[in-house]
T-cell receptor
Framework: DSGVTQTPKHLITATGQRVTLRCSPRSGDLSVYWYQQSLDQGLQFLIQYYNGEERAKGNILERFSAQQFPDLHSELNLSSLELGDSALYFC?????????????FGEGSWLTVV | DAKTTQPPSMDCAEGRAANLPCNHSTISGNEYVYWYRQIHSQGPQYIIHGLKNNETNEMASLIITEDRKSSTLILPHATLRDTAVYYCIVRASGTYKYIFGTGTRLKVLA
């Protein structure tokens, strides 16, 4: 158990809909990362937040947005969903100090768009 | 960010050492080499990282060539539970993007 919690674990929704994925980082971790992993694909970096501020951006679509709240949990919002958005979405968190070179992943949220 | 190249798949006999290579010929001086693995569709798991020197921990050893253009992850006594996709990543110091490639699918055979 990495200590990173993601909800929901599984989600099925229809095209055109909007969903929100939630991530609670490890206690004390200030950084949160979001990744997307489509079937048989590698992990695509989407976005990173540090203490509420966006720090780095990857291949995140304009239909997707994220934020990190004062309690450090993060949400990834996916809107106008398409079939191709079906994927496993991972959140990871990173310590502020100590083992700050490593990131710890949650178990992911499976999104199926039908 | 430096790109990495890994063989798509490898087999290893149970109990033997698994040596997973990674090429990162465009790595620059401040870029670390990280290894993660993903078992089935679980969240990736950190294994080890290094900058210049070889590193060892309870999971594995990391050997980085003197010119830093390649590295090898060594699992000293592979078990069936080590069957996974292994990712080699380089990350520049002070940046925040961990960019995963396609990895090596290691299959440990009984």
């Amino acid at each position: 158990d990495s200590g990173v919690t993601q909800t929901p674990k599984h989600l099925i929704t229809a095209t055109g809909q909007r969903v929100t994925l939630r991530c609670s980082p490890r206690s004390g971790d200030l950084s949160v990362y979001w990744y997307q992993q489509s079937l048989d694909q590698g992990l695509q970096f989407l976005i990173q937040y540090y203490n509420g501020e966006e720090r780095a951006k990857g291949n995140i679509l304009e239909r997707f947005s994220a934020q990190q709240f004062p309690d450090l949990h993060s949400e990834l919002n996916l809107s106008s969903l398409e079939l191709g958005d079906s994927a496993l979405y991972f959140c990871a968190s990173q310590p502020h100090r100590g083992e700050k070179n490593t990131i710890y992943f949650g178990e992911g949220s499976w999104l199926t768009v039908v | 960010d430096a790109k990495t190249t890994q063989p798509p798949s490898m087999d290893c006999a149970e109990g033997r050492a698994a040596n997973l290579p990674c090429n990162h010929s465009t790595i620059s001086g401040n870029e670390y080499v990280y290894w993660y693995r993903q078992i089935h569709s679980q969240g990736p798991q950190y294994i080890i990282h290094g900058l210049k020197n070889n590193e060892t921990n309870e999971m594995a050893s990391l050997i980085i060539t003197e010119d830093r253009k390649s590295s090898t992850l060594i699992l000293p006594h592979a078990t069936l539970r080590d069957t996974a996709v292994y990712y080699c990543i380089v990350r520049a110091s002070g940046t925040y993007k961990y960019i995963f490639g396609t990895g090596t699918r290691l299959k440990v055979l009984a």
